[in-house]
């Protein structure tokens, strides 16, 4: 076990944890941390008096231990971190965004990366990179529970929560689709449920405005693409300012969308002004017609400040657009309780006992001191950020597998121990004053039969109970304690046999006197209490 390991459980010495989280998942999750190429001390917020530390929008302050910390998506944090956030739920397994969560969900945005959107949109300079801020501050904000996954790590078990896509669609020189992911950053194209990962794309995006024809069909095959390994459920949104000139190719593509992949289609056309002009009508004609029946309740043609509202509404349960995907706040032990013993016994979450499938304790603790306490197997996963069920045997955890076996050296190896619970009261035979010199013990008469009660009659070594298995063993202090607590009452039980011995042989010895000195007696002794009118005499 490592020494850092090792401090943290013992609690006594404050240690640097960053510097253990090993991944960008585990940094993310710890307040005090953030991930530039490895996990180190965040700094932005570090030192910040509250007044202060309230008008960081990245800070937030801590409730519980008082100091301005960096600010962590409610999908990205623990129980205790949750439950102290007026703005997040804890539904028993994850934290979610207050505002609404939607179910175990895939959702791919197709966006408008046409010539169009960099016009004004109301009072932005420009659409396209207005849309961009707002969906950064979706992301940033967990105004959507996104699952928390890489893109590059789905679950096994799908957590409830969000994957997003991003695709931008636009045209070649105005005459044939083209559609873009993004490349080398974020997610790679693919879905992905962390913010970071999404952010980076919304930037990749930005930064690669096509800004030609508005031309979607190549963007729906790539949804398509993205869809096709995914078991969750669907969402497909499409964003648009113009008519789609390629409109009449498309119906392949919808169908597999709607039929095959049973995804739900919703469209929004952003107009630039509070009034709807022609070229608004005009692209509701092609855009409306391919979402969802019925269609009037999964179209929305609205001014772009209005977008964040539509957007996030998708997970929210009150809205008409989150019914239809039954949002809600997902019920605890959902991805526990419903799989197989194979599939519970590799999920670090699960615990199964009594033949069920169960969501681990483990996952109360909310720090790594907290997880090192729990006897009961648990271990932190700094790849995660996690207190979990503790399947990899490398994680480390506070219960040694058994006492120390080594004994100290000069101390004799054959000393017995007590096996049972010292006695709480002294025998009645023990004498007040101890004899000064102690007769030889008749051979015939065994010890171990005249040992009073309340006093062990056998000696045997310990027998330790078994501790839960671990892997972590205590480093041997030589049996120093156990042995020497022992080595008085030892001795005790060894004063009290002898002075019992010295009593039994003491009294056998009288007996034996007494009853000689009687037979010699003369025959006519009478004893003064046979004489009464003797005593009477005497008056």
Request: net charge negative; hydrophobic share 35%.
């Amino acid at each position: 076990m490592s020494i850092a390991f090792t401090l943290l459980m013992v609690g006594t010495i404050s240690v640097n944890t960053c510097s253990l989280y090993t991944s960008e998942v585990g940094c993310s999750r710890d307040p005090d941390c953030e991930w530039v190429t490895s996990c180190v001390d965040q700094v932005t917020c570090a030192a910040v008096t509250e007044s202060s530390c309230n008008m960081i929008a990245q800070c937030e302050w801590g409730a519980n231990n008082h100091r301005c910390h960096r600010l962590v998506p409610c999908s990205d944090r623990l129980k205790c971190s949750c439950l102290s956030s007026d703005n997040c739920l804890w539904n028993g397994e994850r934290c979610f965004d207050e505002t609404g969560s939607c179910p175990t969900l895939d959702w791919v945005t197709v966006i408008d990366g046409s010539g169009s959107m960099d016009l004004e949109f109301s009072n932005h300079p420009h659409g396209f990179s207005a849309l961009c801020d707002m969906m950064r501050d979706i992301f940033a904000s967990s105004s959507i529970n996104l699952s928390g996954e890489p893109a590059d790590t789905p679950l096994a078990t799908p957590p409830a929560g969000v994957r997003m896509g991003l695709i931008q669609f636009s045209g070649k020189n105005y005459r044939s689709a083209d559609a873009i992911t993004s490349v080398g950053v974020g997610s790679q194209g693919r879905l992905s449920g962390k913010a970071s990962e999404l952010i980076s794309d919304v930037d990749w995006h930005e930064s690669n405005f096509i800004k030609k024809g508005t031309m979607i069909a190549k963007s729906l095959y790539v949804a398509i693409d993205m869809f096709d390994t995914s078991s969750r459920q669907k969402v497909l949104l499409i964003i648009s300012d113009g008519t789609f000139y390629d409109s009449s190719s498309i119906t392949p593509q919808m169908n597999v969308i709607k039929t095959t992949l049973q995804a739900t289609v919703f469209g929004i056309v952003l107009r630039r002004q509070s009034a709807i002009t022609k070229t608004d009508i005009d692209a509701e004609s092609t855009l409306k017609p391919i979402t969802t029946s019925p269609q009037d309740e999964h179209f929305a043609n609205i001014v772009i400040d209005e977008f964040p509202t539509y957007f996030t509404s998708i997970c929210n349960a009150s809205s008409s657009w989150g019914a239809k995907v039954g949002s809600s706040i997902p019920s605890p032990l959902v991805t526990c309780s419903s799989v197989t013993k194979a599939t519970c016994e590799e999920d670090s979450r699960c615990f199964w006992n009594a033949g069920a499938c169960g969501v681990s304790t483990c996952l109360d603790h909310c720090s790594e001191s907290d997880c090192f306490k729990d006897i009961t197997g648990c271990g932190f996963d700094y790849s995660n950020g996690l207190c979990s069920n503790r399947l990899d045997t490398s994680l480390p955890t506070a219960v040694p597998t058994a006492v120390p076996t080594a004994v100290p050296t000069g101390t004799p190896t054959v000393i017995p121990v007590i096996s049972t619970v010292e006695p709480t009261t002294v025998p009645t035979l023990v004498p007040t004053a101890v004899p000064t010199a102690v007769p030889t013990v008749p051979t015939a008469v065994p010890v171990q039969t005249v040992v009073p009660t309340g006093v062990p009659a056998t000696i045997s070594p310990v027998v330790a109970t078994p501790l839960p298995t671990t892997n972590y063993v205590e480093p041997d202090d030589g049996g120093f304690p156990l042995l020497y607590l022992l080595l008085p009452l030892l001795l005790c039980v060894l004063v009290v046999v002898v002075v019992v011995v010295v009593i039994i042989i003491r009294r056998r010895n009288t007996t034996e006197a007494r009853i000689s000195t009687d037979a010699g007696l003369d025959s006519d002794f009478v004893s003064p209490l046979n004489e009464p009118s003797e005593l009477v005499a005497i008056d």
